[in-house]
């Protein structure tokens, strides 16, 4: 069975732009949660979807938005970038929604902004 | 501060035992986790145990729970240098799928 594949694995942009990052779940999984990854803050929760709604929102600012699609699959959506949201970005599924469902990880997607 | 806390580094010789310390604050965590993170890739999931469990192990690696001081070990056997890496500590609360990760313990296996 193919793991969670996150799509790009790297980006660059400038401030200011806007960036969509994606995320396909392993098959049969419903659940999404992103993550984003800093040397400075560690790992931090952002969002959770499962059954294309929006489930728990970490304490991240509205420029960060994100969805699910009846397949599945998110996407998560950074508007006006800061060079602050230089980070890796990790999206993680898992079975359902509940706390008994083990999370699996993607490879992230790197983004660089300039 | 932080949830849970894990020490910054620990180094260990090619074949002996290394043990990752893990502290969390919040008692009505339901499952306690280990990951591990290697250069430039996302987080591997190691094992998991269920909060009313003291101890689980799978080949190489042991968990400790001990609920009364809220800590958590994990333990590799025979480590080797492929567990060079990062090791994360999370817990999961009763409600959702959000994961709350200590700082991380980075691992180097001299040979």
């Known amino acids: 069975k193919a793991g969670v594949t996150q799509t790009p694995r790297y980006l660059i942009k400038t401030r200011g732009q806007q960036v969509t990052l994606s995320c396909s779940p392993i098959s049969g999984h419903r659940s999404v949660s992103w993550y984003q990854q800093t040397p400075g803050q560690g790992l931090q929760f952002l969002f959770e979807?499962?059954?294309?709604?929006?489930?728990n929102k970490g304490n991240f600012p509205g420029r960060f938005s994100g969805r699910q699609f009846s397949n599945s699959r998110s996407e998560m959506n950074v508007s006006t970038l800061e060079l602050g949201d230089s980070a890796l970005y990790l999206c993680a599924s898992s079975l359902a929604w509940g706390s008994s469902d083990t999370q699996y990880f993607g490879p992230g997607t790197r983004l660089t902004v300039l | 501060g932080e949830d849970v806390e894990q020490s910054l580094f620990l180094s260990v010789r090619e074949g002996d035992s290394s043990v990752i310390n893990c502290t969390y604050t919040?008692?009505?965590?339901?499952?306690l986790y280990w990951y591990k993170q290697e250069p430039g890739a996302g987080l591997q999931l190691l094992t998991y145990i269920f909060s009313n469990m003291d101890m689980k192990q799978d080949q190489r690696l042991t968990v400790l729970l001990n609920k009364k001081d809220k800590h958590l070990s994990l333990r590799i056997a025979d480590t080797q240098t492929g567990d060079s890496a990062i090791y994360f500590c999370a817990e999961i609360k009763a409600a959702g799928n959000k994961l709350t990760f200590g700082g991380g313990t980075r691992v180097l296996v001299k040979p």
């Open positions: 979807y499962f059954s294309e709604t929006q489930r």
């Open positions: 919040d008692s009505s965590s339901t499952y």
